[in-house]
């Protein structure tokens, strides 16, 4: 799990969720990133002090970078990258040559990892709400998980439910008082609600925090959350903020086909329901859209 927009600063949305893969399947998922990190640049990006995120994979000059010359050989990619990158930590200006094998090399590490996700059978999960929306003066439910938190563990429940599996949170490491409240905020839900006593059943509400440089699947989930802010829309959200084009284009597919579906039934009538849920406002009373 990651996050993506909470600095409420570029991103058009707040976006909390991440990525649902079986245990069977963390280690040849791991090793399929691996693999696809050196074949897209030459080398594991930690082994020269960077880190692999969506938002420095997919950020708008990178994809200038990668469409501003043809696509470039495996060999002049990796020699341009390895320019790039030792250029840049030296201080010294790359050519353009090398800004394009950087950005062409981030471009196809994206590809590679929702490709790796799908092959791996890989689930998004994720609560999403509008960039900024504060709740109401009076508001007295500060300690509690807000409404768009809830909605996406819900849809991981009845997905565990289903699989008759038990599902755990691996989140990513940010300051360590944010993380408390956390985690003091799930423990709350999940100990002291009746719908959280239920889902405590397939769910393991104590979740487990790494570094998200040594993680490969938050590295994977902060992709996954990127593209979601950037370019996932579905009409009836009717969301009139900003989104890019070319995020929207060529990867809000690919988080539509893994996103958990499935289906609810309510006062006898079922409904399709969705892993990625969007809520107008987590803080009144209204419909929850997704």
């Known amino acids: 799990m990651d996050e993506s927009g909470h600095d409420h600063k570029n991103m058009p949305l707040e976006v909390r969720g991440g990525v649902a893969i079986h245990a069977s399947k963390v280690w040849p998922f791991i090793q399929a990133m691996q693999k696809a990190e050196v074949a897209a640049f030459g080398f594991q990006l930690s082994d020269r002090g960077l880190e692999l995120k969506g938002s420095k994979l997919l950020e708008n000059k990178r994809c200038e970078w990668a469409n501003q010359e043809a696509t470039l050989s495996e060999k002049e990619r990796h020699n341009g990258v390895n320019r790039f990158v030792t250029k840049s930590q030296q201080k010294a200006a790359p050519s353009k040559r090398d800004f394009t094998a950087y950005g062409q090399a981030c471009k196809l590490m994206a590809h590679s990892t929702f490709r790796a996700l799908k092959q791996h059978e890989a689930r998004i999960f994720a609560g999403i709400i509008p960039r900024g929306i504060k709740p109401p003066a009076d508001y007295a439910y500060s300690d509690f998980l807000r409404k768009d938190q809830i909605f996406m563990q819900e849809r991981f429940y009845w997905f565990l439910e289903a699989q008759q599996e038990n599902g755990l949170f691996v989140m990513d490491q940010t300051e360590k008082q944010n993380d408390k409240r956390y985690i003091r905020r799930l423990h709350d839900y999940y100990k002291c609600t009746?719908?959280?006593?239920?889902?405590?059943?397939?769910?393991?509400?104590?979740?487990?925090?790494?570094?998200?440089?040594?993680?490969?699947?938050?590295?994977?989930?902060?992709?996954?959350?990127?593209?979601?802010?950037?370019?996932?829309?579905?009409?009836?959200?009717n969301f009139k903020g900003a989104k890019r084009d070319d995020i929207h284009a060529e990867f809000a597919g690919f988080c539509g086909d893994l996103q958990h579906k499935g289906q609810s039934v309510n006062n006898g009538k079922t409904h399709q329901i969705f892993g990625i849920v969007y809520v107008p406002d987590p803080y009144v009373g209204r419909k929850k859209f997704g």
Do not use: H, T
């Not at 769910?203 to 950037?230: H, K, R, T």
């Open 194 to 237: 009746r719908n959280g006593k239920q889902r405590a059943r397939w769910i393991v509400p104590s979740p487990m925090f790494v570094d998200s440089e040594l993680a490969p699947g938050v590295q994977a989930a902060d992709l996954c959350l990127y593209c979601i802010n950037w370019g996932f829309r579905r009409p009836e959200w």
